[in-house]
């Protein structure tokens, strides 16, 4: 059954030593040894290749590392190597301890590694051994017995293992020998041993020389002189109430405050029996720290106790009575902690700016959370604001990853200040705050957007080339050249013509110019399409329409449509003789290119033959009798009339208008004398003529037509008390009928009589002309296959007198 159990527990034991190998290796521990006091930059070990990532790994990966706040840096990560950043003090680090041992830890990122390096410091032969005091005194009674022994101070030696002290040595003498003793730590100590019974009256005091030994390489030593006064007979020592004592101390404990009191009593009576208190051996840090009474053995703190620079100190206390015989106490203090350090908050990696693209879960920092406090004042809780796009995700030890929780845009919000807060579990719990500023870089997501969804540009006609049509602004909320815009005009075309002839744009300033100048009567209004354009990659771009309308100036003056003379003809209208005052005579029909006001036109009298005779319709053109014609006004009237619109300044035109007042036919040819007046010219000898030759029929058809109305009628009517039509063909092609615009109609429509005695046989125009009619070209022409074109009673044309007194004759006929 035994050898069973021995079995079972050796497989046991093997399993364990497995498993614990393979946690250490899993968990990526390094240990290192190195003596101390080795200089800055000695190599330490080869981390790069203990880790199986080369140097251009660890470069990488950002492998640094890290301490503690306050903590010193001693190792350093160069090139692959570790090795020493300061100079290393065993004794410093860890005192009397006999393995000193220092841990780091190695963090390496993308992704987060963190390896426990521990560095086994080897102590070396660098502090000599050292007594208390350089002189002891020693009071022994000269009835000690041969072989009484007298402990010594202890040599204190800051080395430990064999450069500790090993050997004591006492210079020879006649009296004492020298007894190495241990400690139960393992410390030595001298004792001397009574070789010869002292004699007071011989010698009363005997000097000895004591040496202690270390057992480094390079031995050292050091030495104390002992005095021993031979006295009076003293056997008892005194002896402590406790071989070690044990407190507890607060850090930050005040000045004063008492740690422990000990206390050792003594046997024998009077001088003998009176027992002080001193530090037998203590460190020089804790002789900073702690004090003691010599009479009531209380140590009192004299220092600042700090639990994160120190946990715990170890002091020899020693008792001396009167006669000199001492005794040795141990003293343990602990030092608890307080929770009286804030944690500590670093940025260990922060990646910025941020692309506002960035999708939420993108980790963008490493944060690591320290408290030098113990146990659960050190136990952290980390925190960041709502209010941010941010949170902290728990990650090895106490780091934390910073990752984004939903999408950023740049236009709304450019930067954050993220505050991250951690709170220990102390009591009072403390906490601190650190604030980070994060920058969200851009990213081109924004097309130009223009300030209005569209434009109206007003251009007055005649514009000089190169001057500004109108201006375009489109704003991207995007930074830099993803903000830049460029304008250009979208290429098309106007009445068939490229744009490009028309307008330019300035692409920096979206200033859009006139090309070449603007008619108003060719167009009056185009659109064009702009586009904006960002400089980002790849650009973004939107579209605006800019209607452009064209405004019309006065640049044409107005166009006589009725009467319109022709080469060296002229036109007449005749007028009864029996004509009323107001009676409406003939009309003067005009039309202007331009529009609005620019196209109202005016009409005035400015030459007559008779001044009071006739008058013009300021509006219409209308030419009246202003009085009743008499047989003394005279035949042939000439009147020159004026249109003038109402442009700023205006422009006008004159026309001529030839009045013949006659009732009778007959009277016809002496027209001929008008036009020699007004035309300077003479007639041919075969017009004179055929003048006379038809003279007769005129005649004759005169008197039928008086006897005709007469029959009819015995009211006179008006001459051209109707609508006189006017060929469409004097108006310009692009002008319609519009109402009350200042635009005339195409028609206008009048009824001509022959003479005021033809009440019933009316020879009425048409009341609407067409082409044929009455061209523009030429008026009362006559042609074989037409002869109805020949009869216009208010215009005629005496270029052809002969042609003309035909036609007449016709339709009297």
């Known amino acids: 059954m035994g050898r069973i159990e021995r079995i079972v527990h050796f497989h046991v034991a093997f399993w364990i030593t497995l498993i614990a190998a393979f946690l250490r290796v899993c968990h990526g521990d390094l240990s290192y040894s190195v003596q101390e006091e080795m200089k800055k930059g000695s190599v330490v070990g080869n981390i790069a290749k203990d880790l199986g990532l080369g140097v251009k790994g660890l470069s990488d990966r950002k492998a640094r590392i890290e301490i503690e706040r306050n903590g010193r840096r001693f190792l350093d990560v160069q090139g692959g190597e570790l090795v020493i950043a300061e100079r290393i003090d065993r004794e410093e680090l860890c005192g009397s301890k006999s393995s000193c041992p220092l841990n780091y830890e190695l963090v390496l990122e993308n992704p987060l590694e963190l390896h426990r390096i521990a560095l086994q410091i080897v102590d070396v032969n660098d502090n000599a051994p050292r007594f208390p005091k350089n002189e002891m005194k020693l009071e022994i009674s000269e009835s000690a017995y041969k072989g009484a022994r007298y402990p010594l101070d202890e040599a204190h030696d800051s080395d430990v293992g064999r450069n500790g002290i090993q050997t004591y040595s006492l210079e020879k003498n006649e009296y004492f020998t020298l007894s190495v003793q241990s400690n139960s730590d393992g410390s ?149 902690d307080v929770n009286d350090n804030a944690p500590e908050i670093y940025v260990k990696s922060l990646n910025v700016p941020i692309p506002e693209n960035t999708p939420p879960g993108t980790e963008v920092g490493i944060i690591n959370v320290q408290d030098k406090d113990n146990e659960g004042n050190r136990q952290l809780r980390c925190s960041i604001q709502q209010n941010a796009p941010f949170k902290l995700n728990p990650s090895i030890k106490n780091y934390y990853t910073l990752v984004t929780t939903a999408e950023l845009d740049r236009e709304l919000v450019g930067e954050y200040n993220v505050t991250i807060t951690a709170t220990d579990e102390g009591s009072p719990p403390l906490s601190s705050s650190k604030t980070i500023h994060l920058s969200v870089s851009d990213v081109n997501d924004n097309p130009p957007v223009f300030e209005e969804q569209s434009y109206n540009a007003y251009v007055s006609e005649n514009n000089k080339p190169g001057s500004s049509v109108c201006s375009v602004s489109a704003r991207d909320p995007d930074w830099r050249q993803n903000g830049t815009v460029f304008y250009s005009l979208l290429p098309s075309e106007v009445n068939g013509v490229a744009l490009s002839s028309y307008l330019s744009i300035n692409g920096d300033t979206g200033v859009i110019h006139a090309v070449r100048a603007f008619d108003y009567e060719q167009f009056r209004s185009f659109k064009v399409q702009v586009v904006a354009r960002d400089n980002g990659s790849p650009p973004l771009s939107s579209n605006v329409t800019v209607s452009v309308f064209i405004t019309d100036e006065n640049d044409n003056s107005p166009q006589i449509l009725y009467p319109t003379p022709e080469g060296n003809s002229f036109m007449t209208e005749m007028v009864p003789k029996a004509a009323l005052s107001g009676s409406l005579l003939s009309k003067v029909i005009a039309v202007d290119a331009d529009s609005g006001q620019n196209a109202w036109l005016s009409y005035q009298i400015v030459k007559s033959t008779d001044p009071g005779l006739f008058t013009i319709g300021l509006h219409s053109g209308e030419i009246r009798a202003q009085r009743d014609i008499s047989e003394s006004d005279s035949m042939k009237q000439n009147l020159v009339i004026s249109v003038k619109d109402n442009g700023q300044p205006s422009l006008s035109t004159t026309c001529a208008v030839y009045l013949v007042i006659s009732d009778n ?149």
């Not at 007469?710 to 692009?734: E, M, Q, T, W």
């Not at 042609?803 to 009297?812: I, V, W």
């Open 665 to 813: 036919l007959a009277e016809v040819p002496e027209l001929k004398d008008m036009s020699y007046e007004e035309n300077n010219s003479k007639l041919t000898s075969y017009l004179i003529i055929a003048l006379v030759s038809v003279s007769t029929f005129f005649l004759t058809f005169i008197i039928l037509i008086i006897a005709v109305r007469l029959c009819h009628r015995r009211k006179p009517r008006l001459l051209f008390d109707g609508a006189v039509a006017i060929p469409s063909a004097y108006l310009p092609p692009n002008y319609a009928d519009v109402d009350g615009t200042g635009t005339l109609r195409s028609t206008y429509n009048y009824d001509a009589y022959m003479t005021t005695g033809s009440r019933t046989s009316d020879f009425m125009f048409v009341t609407s002309y067409n082409d044929n009619t009455l061209p523009s070209a030429t008026t009362l022409k006559r042609s074989p296959g037409d002869n109805s074109e020949c009869l216009n009673f208010t215009s005629l044309d005496f270029t052809d007198t002969a042609s003309k007194c035909s036609t007449l004759a016709y339709y009297m006929g």
């Open 188 to 336: 030595k100590y001298g004792e001397l041993v009574l070789d010869k019974e002292l004699d007071r009256e011989q010698q009363q005091e005997v000097t000895l020389l004591l040496t202690a030994s270390d057992g480094g390489s390079s031995q050292r030593s050091g030495t104390a002189v002992i005095y021993v006064i031979v006295l009076d007979a003293n056997d008892n020592r005194p002896v402590f109430t406790e071989t070690i004592y044990k407190a507890s101390l607060p850090e930050n404990s005040p000045s004063d405050t008492v740690v422990v009191t000990v206390s050792a009593t003594d046997a024998d009576e009077g001088a003998n029996g009176e027992v002080t208190y001193d530090f037998s051996r203590i460190s020089d840090k804790a002789a900073r720290l702690f004090s003691i009474d010599n009479i009531s053995g209380e140590i009192k703190v004299i220092g600042p106790i700090d639990y994160e620079d120190k946990y715990e100190y170890e002091l020899r206390v020693q008792a001396k009575d009167g006669a000199g015989l001492t005794s040795n106490a141990k003293v343990n203090i602990e030092i608890t």
